[in-house]
């Protein structure tokens, strides 16, 4: 890894930007700047407010897109010989076209067509959106050159919801959006994304981006830009009050101090980030202390990682690292043992891991009787466990057991779990007092369930294919990092949350932005 690479307006010296540049720029600037906020009418509305808005917004890039690029055919005089669209062909994209095709074949074949088309049954996720996303991947991946101004506007805004995740959950309410509900909806929901999970999901892509620009840019103002950003993010991560976000925080943040460690100046960057990051949630207990600490109620851990004097420690540490690396590299970057850092990064990293894992399987296993007291939630599986989630992955597996061989393979159809495990809702409601649900709130179960063994598989191939080319890509590009890491921690949240056309649009932008700046880096 390049530690002096700049992110620069990638293939712009090289290539001339033209006007299919410009429009999936100002389309990423509206997505980050103007959808997050866009409501109609409070939480009532959020989610089909933003799946139209989304749907339109895409619409609009993909007929401009083509115009423009046709009208630039016409009027080329001597244009080259394009290559075939097969032969252009990567492996992300080939798992995109896998992942879309077979969302079509589930759709067709499903017993419930309109709503497997529509997804309206569920979380919107049906064909419709997801060849909404397929779209726009090659749009985008076709016609992209990086501009700082979508990025600004992201951190910008994306600050601005956290900030009002934060005030919500101390039941500050600038924007009266509380109006109108109860108690038990207004703990559930906040800011301008609406129910605790969702904010979650889109926190853990938040924090990452924040985290990567402050750490790769050579720009300083969008250092400082991102410095501002993570202390928002971070305070709203521990406001969105789910345990899916710190899942995603536990494992993103040693993979990106594996990956930054390469560089001397990225590790630096990083623990100052670090630094800022673990400030941010002392200043939010001091912002709770200010408004009397009148508040939704934390979990364990977020009430722990607020509240706790042992907080200031990690501040000490990392603090004190990035000063040592700061002062050690003022008269040049000294030698350091990168690749033997690497190595005792992942390998702490595995153990813990394994530690954690193997917690899980023994008292979920082996010792189902020793009491744990608030960690019985998180390290005993059962059907009670995440929030009864533990009883929706079990009755999801039965139902998929017995599905005949074809369904196994392609599915029930996109976003229709609520058909299938409505055998259970009786259950659900006597054990849990939930009436109904449309998801099996595993993203990966849900895929597996609606959408088959061939269409989990191909959005893995999708993911995995994004991520092992990125990271090639890094090398040459820093930049595939920043987004790397959102596409990395929405896939570890999304284990136990579900995908919305809310949040997951961002994911499905931040994966293509991922293939596209390393498919303009390969051919440059």
């Known amino acids: 890894m390049n530690q002096n690479t700049p992110i620069a307006d990638t293939g712009d010296v090289k290539k001339q ?28 509305h959020a989610r089909t407010d933003k799946f139209w808005l989304y749907l339109i917004l895409t ?75 397929a779209l726009m991947y090659f749009i985008i ?22 900030l009002l995740t934060v005030i919500n959950y101390f039941y500050i309410d600038p924007l009266n959006i509380f109006a109108g509900y109860g108690e038990d909806t207004i703990v559930d929901f906040g800011s301008t994304i609406g129910n605790k999970n969702i904010i979650a999901a889109f926190m853990c892509m938040f924090l990452p981006i924040a985290v990567g620009f402050f750490t790769v840019t050579e720009k300083r103002y969008m250092r400082i830009l991102s410095g501002f950003a993570i202390i928002f993010a971070y305070p709203g991560i521990l406001c969105a009050d789910s345990s899916s976000n710190i899942l995603g925080l536990l494992v993103i943040l040693p993979i990106m101090l594996i990956i930054y460690c390469r560089s001397y100046t990225y590790l630096k960057r990083f623990f100052g980030a670090m630094t800022i990051l673990f400030i941010s949630g002392k200043l939010l207990h001091l912002f709770a202390i200010l408004v009397g600490n009148k508040n939704k109620g934390f979990e364990v851990f977020q009430q722990f990682l607020i509240y706790s004097p042992q907080m200031f420690i990690p501040i000490i540490i990392c603090g004190t690292i990035f000063l040592l ?44 009787e020793s009491d744990l007291g608030n960690y019985e ?10 929030t009864h989630r533990g009883f929706m992955w079990r009755v999801s597996f039965e139902e998929y057991g017995k599905f005949n061989l074809w369904q196994k393979l392609f599915g029930a159809g996109p976003d229709t779990a609520y058909y299938v495990l409505e055998p259970h809702f009786k259950e659900l409601a006597a054990r849990f007092g939930d009436a109904s649900t449309d998801c099996a709130h595993n993203e990966l179960i849900n895929y597996l369930l609606t959408q088959g063994v061939f269409g989990l598989a191909a959005y893995l191939g999708l993911a995995a294919a994004t991520l092992v080319r990125g990271l090639k890509t890094a090398r040459k590009e820093p930049l595939t990092l920043v987004f790397m890491g959102a596409v990395l921690c929405y896939l570890v949240q999304s284990t136990v949350n ?15 932005l991922t293939e596209a700046i390393s498919r303009s880096t390969s051919t440059e």
Not at 19 to 39: G, K
Not at 74 to 82: M, Q
Not at 141 to 162: C, E, P
């Open 59 to 133: 619409a609009v890039l993909i007929i401009s897109v083509v115009f423009s690029s046709s009208m630039k055919r016409l009027g080329d005089k001597t244009p080259a010989k394009p290559k075939g669209f097969l032969q252009s062909l990567s492996s992300t994209d080939i798992m995109m076209l896998c992942f879309v095709g077979f969302a079509a074949i589930s759709t067709v074949t499903s017993p419930h067509i309109s709503d497997a088309f529509t997804g309206f049954k569920g979380r919107d996720n049906g064909l419709l959106l997801l060849t909404a996303y």
């Open 377 to 386: 939630k998180l390290l005993r599986f059962s059907d009670a466990w995440g």
């Open 141 to 162: 991946t076709r016609n992209y050159r990086y501009k700082d101004y979508a990025f600004v506007g992201y951190l910008v805004v994306s600050s601005i919801v956290a």
């Open 325 to 368: 690396l700061f002062l050690a590299g003022k008269n040049g970057e000294p030698k350091y043992p990168a690749k033997a850092l690497q190595i005792t990064f992942k390998v702490v990293f595995g153990v813990i891991i394994m530690v954690l894992l193997g917690s899980f399987f023994y008292y979920s296993v082996i010792d189902r």
């Open 498 to 512: 579900l995908y919305n056309p809310i949040v997951t649009p961002h994911f499905f932008i931040f994966l293509t």
């Open 17 to 44: 930007y033209t006007v299919s540049h410009t429009l999936v720029n100002v389309y990423l600037t509206l997505m980050f700047s103007f959808f997050p906020l866009f409501l109609t009418e409070q939480y009532v």
